[in-house]
């Protein structure tokens, strides 16, 4: 029972509270109450916290945008990420579209030039890939995890205190109000008339029983006063320690700078190595695809062409030659003379390739190898000797020397 009680005379304090707060706060937005102002230094510190708050959340969602721009995936990670539970791992945009370009090479035939370009493009888009995982994941951890720990963290601490400053200042302007108009009604009781009347009896007693009353008013304000006075003392304490609570806080916006800015830096560095690496990732393809035909040999009359490498000016004489951006494409007389040649000839090889299948031979580029044909070959392929090895390889992939 006594546990009732408790309960209820606290539940009553905490609504009549709440109720002279929402008074106070009433009338002051109707400008009938007066509105105790912060110091301009907490102010400023209030309105740097809003600021830093407003501005971190933007950085925070554009960087997860930037970083995993399909929104279905950043829902599903946040959603394992409030389930406290690692979210599986899902293949990125330049691993599939290495894999598809992989697939299709490998359809196409590695011993082609288009199928090992596609190849080689499939392996270093699947590199980029891997390089992204890992931007993404350096990002999240120097990055994103400390703004998202001082939006959830130390933000949601300060505007608890906020709030509960906001609250001790409603309270210490309603007491203001309380004693003033306890010390108006004071006045007002002290101004009353007193004289006594004269008269009959009846006027007497009357008379008598004014000032009786009149006595006991003035007891009651005066009480009334000192209530508020004692109330007007506590609640200024209370809203002064809170104060200096908020402020103290506030003040930790600095450091909250300071570290954010390592924490760019950290981004910043991540970005760095990433597009690095992706430049020299491309830059190594490009390289590769310097060795591969640029150029196809190909008409309306044909439907299978073999594909016709891209060599230097001095690869070859001037009279095989068709120059394309410092590049020359082997001519059609050229390599027919390679594969209508009687007899084994002395071929270079333009250019790097991997054998698909032990029936052909590896070949390194500017090598010199020996080469024939053999009756039923397809056309796209002569038969290559090096030492005392032997297999096929293909045409595009040689000069015949004279």
Same mark, same amino acid.
């Given at each position: ?49 809003? #600021? ?68 080689? #493009? ?9 390089? %992204? ?37 409603? %309270? ?88 954010h800015l390592r924490c760019l ?26 060795s591969f035909p640029s150029n196809?040999? +190909? ?36 390599? +027919?003379?390679?594969?209508? #040649? ?30 024939? +044909? ?29």
């Amino acid at each position: 029972m006594n546990i009732m009680d408790f309960n209820v005379k606290k539940l009553a304090a905490d609504a009549g509270t709440f109720l002279s707060r929402a008074v106070q706060f009433t009338e002051e937005k109707l400008g009938q109450a007066e509105k105790t102002e912060l110091d301009a230094h907490l102010e400023n510190l209030l309105s740097k916290a809003e #600021c830093t708050k407003i501005w971190t959340e933007k950085i925070m969602k554009q960087t997860e945008v930037l970083l995993q721009p399909n929104p279905n995936a950043r829902i599903e990670e946040f959603v394992y990420e409030k389930l406290d539970r690692k979210a599986p791992s899902r293949i990125n945009n330049p691993e599939l579209l290495g894999q598809y370009m992989i697939d299709a090479g490998t359809e196409f035939g590695p011993g082609t030039a288009y199928g090992n370009a596609l190849i080689k #493009c499939g392996e270093t888009q699947k590199r980029i890939g891997t390089a %992204d995982r890992e931007l993404i994941q350096t990002s999240a951890l120097n990055f994103l995890t400390p703004l998202r720990n001082f939006i959830e963290g130390d933000y949601k601490t300060i505007a608890k205190e906020r709030k509960l400053l906001q609250n001790k200042r409603l %309270d210490l302007d309603a007491a203001k109000t309380r004693l003033k108009k306890a010390k108006a009604a004071e006045t007002r009781n002290s101004q009353l008339n007193s004289t006594r009347l004269e008269g009959d009896n009846i006027m007497v007693n009357f008379s008598y029983m004014l000032n009786f009353l009149h006595v006991k008013w003035l007891k009651i304000w005066a009480e009334e006063v000192t209530k508020s006075e004692q109330e007007l003392r506590i609640t200024q304490s209370e809203f002064d320690r809170q104060a200096e609570i908020t402020r103290l806080l506030l003040e930790g916006i600095s450091s909250t700078h300071a570290h954010h800015l390592r924490c760019l830096n950290d981004f910043v560095e991540a970005q760095m190595t990433y597009y690095a690496q992706c430049y020299q990732y491309m830059l190594d393809l490009q390289k590769q695809l310097g060795s591969f035909p640029s150029n196809y040999l +190909s008409n309306n009359n044909q439907t299978s062409v073999a594909p016709v490498p891209s060599v230097l000016p001095n690869a070859i004489g001037s009279s095989a030659m068709a120059s394309t951006s410092g590049l020359v494409i082997t001519s059609p007389s050229n390599l +027919s003379d390679l594969k209508e #040649c009687s007899g084994s000839r002395k071929a270079r090889v333009l250019y790097d390739y991997d054998a698909a299948n032990s029936t052909e031979l590896s070949l390194l580029a500017d090598e010199v190898i020996t080469v024939f +044909s053999v009756v039923g070959m397809d056309s796209d392929w002569l038969m290559g000797e090096r030492g005392n090895q032997k297999g096929k390889v293909p045409i595009t992939y040689l000069e015949l020397l004279n």
